[in-house]
């Protein structure tokens, strides 16, 4: 990694001073909302839900495959 | 001379108090932990999958792969200088793509499955038009200044790039020309991935760092530390909010957008090789990490702990990928195979 000349440096204060001002969240609600969202899809992710792995596309049904 | 450097010390001082500032702006929101959020969510238990398919065809290393939005078809890149087209439910080749130049690194499919797009030690992005009736050249992308890592289709339209020149570029498709070029990382673009809903990618690079960019904009809008090496992968979770990375530093983390944090990170004292690829299952509790030694892990995302392994190739596991609909895992290997694995 090189070091970086006088433009560089200069964009590099704009994009910090840019990402400083972001708006962030408290992570004791952030963190509980991802948990939550990842919960509620569980029962839709087949590799958690056996009813929904039933159809399973990469298993041989009979003897003959349509190609 | 003298005022140039005194200018350059100014603006370090200037940087390294910005840098700060952010650090405790970070603190001051981090009232909480993956540890007491997931504290009453059960243990899942033994993750164990059946390899379904193993698929032979190419002649090396495989680099990458990546599924089309239908979950049935699936480009592979190998360093024999072949794209594969694959139906992965009959396990059928259905198109080869010779390539002019057989060090591909990365290879995408577009969302309407009209197009294919490969690029590596080149510099050049290619984009392939799979619906002639042999593939065709469509546009040569080139522009960057080193290696092409990652590519990813936006639409038939539009491409995003990231390369080694340390930048990632959006492209137009239809003028072949750059629409805009994202600088910011210190060292070789590795990885990236688009927001589900189109308005920000992530990329991770060669200076341990993560960065959420604007796609419009064309700024850096956050920039995630922890790693103490390469990211190689990176991977959003499906409602835009988290993001999963892969390090050659053996562990994958995971940051939290909203609060600008690590939130997690997934490492086990006997897992000493890098981290090539990671994929997350539909509902990203599940995350596949491609590792060197040969093996793919299954890490419970909300836990931190390893709940399942994928064993069976013979050479490092360089790309994975989970399909649309959420219904398995494929694993691309050095070892020429891909695994397809539910």
Same mark, same amino acid.
């Given at each position: 990694m090189e070091e970086m000349d006088l433009p560089q440096m200069k964009k590099e204060v704009e994009s910090l001073k840019y990402q400083l001002a972001f708006k962030r969240e408290k992570s004791? =609600?952030?963190?509980? &909302?991802? !948990? =939550?969202?990842?919960? &509620?899809? !569980?029962?839709e992710d087949p590799f958690l839900n056996p009813e929904l792995m039933k159809n399973n596309p990469w298993v041989e049904k009979g003897k003959c495959i349509l190609l | 001379m003298a005022a140039e450097k005194a200018e350059m010390d100014?603006?370090?001082?200037?940087?390294?108090?910005?840098?700060?500032?952010?650090?405790?702006?970070?603190?001051?929101?981090?009232?909480?932990?993956?540890?007491?959020?997931?504290?009453?969510?059960?243990?899942?238990?033994?993750?164990?999958?059946?390899?379904?398919?193993?698929?032979?065809?190419?002649?090396?290393?495989?680099?990458?792969?990546?599924?089309?939005?239908?979950?049935?078809?699936?480009?592979?890149?190998?360093?024999?200088?072949?794209?594969?087209?694959?139906?992965?439910?009959?396990?059928?080749?259905?198109?080869?793509?010779?390539?002019?130049?057989?060090?591909?690194?990365?290879?995408?499919?577009?969302?309407?499955g009209n197009l294919v797009a490969s690029g590596g030690l080149d510099n050049i992005c290619t984009v392939y038009n799979i619906k002639a009736a042999s593939p065709k050249t469509l546009r040569e992308l080139d522009a960057h200044t080193g290696y092409l890592s990652c590519c990813r289709f936006l639409s038939d339209t539009e491409i995003l790039t990231a390369s080694g020149d340390t930048t990632c570029c959006l492209w137009d498709l239809e003028t072949g020309k750059q629409k805009t070029v994202f600088t910011n990382h210190i060292g070789d673009c590795m990885s990236l991935a688009l927001s589900p809903d189109m308005n920000t990618f992530i990329s991770?690079?060669?200076?341990?760092?993560?960065?959420?960019?604007?796609?419009?904009?064309?700024?850096?809008?956050?920039?995630?530390?922890?790693?103490?090496?390469?990211?190689?992968?990176?991977?959003?979770?499906?409602?835009?909010?988290?993001?999963?990375?892969?390090?050659?530093?053996?562990?994958?983390?995971?940051?939290?957008?909203?609060?600008?944090?690590?939130?997690?990170?997934?490492?086990?004292?006997?897992?000493?090789?890098?981290?090539?690829?990671?994929?997350?299952?539909?509902?990203?509790?599940?995350?596949?990490a491609g590792y060197d030694d040969f093996n793919c892990h299954i890490w419970d995302s909300l836990k931190g702990e390893k709940i399942g392994v994928l064993s069976g190739h013979d050479n490092r596991v360089s790309c994975t990928g989970v399909p649309n609909d959420g219904m398995g895992v494929c694993t691309g290997s050095w070892d020429s195979f891909l695994k397809l694995w539910n």
């Open positions: 004791s =609600k952030t963190v509980t &909302d991802l !948990v =939550k969202w990842i919960e &509620d899809c !569980v029962p | 100014k603006l370090k001082k200037e940087c390294d108090a910005l840098r700060t500032q952010i650090e405790a702006a970070r603190k001051a929101v981090n009232d909480g932990s993956m540890s007491a959020s997931a504290g009453g969510v059960a243990g899942l238990g033994r993750i164990q999958l059946k390899l379904r398919k193993n698929l032979k065809g190419h002649l090396a290393k495989i680099y990458a792969m990546h599924w089309s939005a239908d979950s049935r078809q699936m480009v592979s890149a190998s360093q024999d200088g072949k794209l594969l087209i694959w139906d992965t439910f009959t396990g059928n080749k259905l198109v080869a793509v010779p390539l002019k130049s057989a060090w591909v690194m990365s290879v995408a499919f577009a969302p309407s991770g690079a060669c200076d341990s760092l993560a960065k959420l960019w604007d796609l419009r904009e064309g700024a850096c809008k956050q920039t995630f530390s922890g790693h103490t090496s390469d990211i190689n992968a990176i991977a959003f979770f499906q409602n835009g909010h988290a993001i999963i990375t892969g390090s050659d530093d053996c562990s994958c983390k995971m940051y939290d957008l909203r609060s600008d944090q690590e939130v997690i990170t997934y490492q086990d004292p006997s897992l000493n090789a890098g981290v090539t690829s990671v994929a997350l299952s539909n509902s990203g509790r599940l995350i596949f």
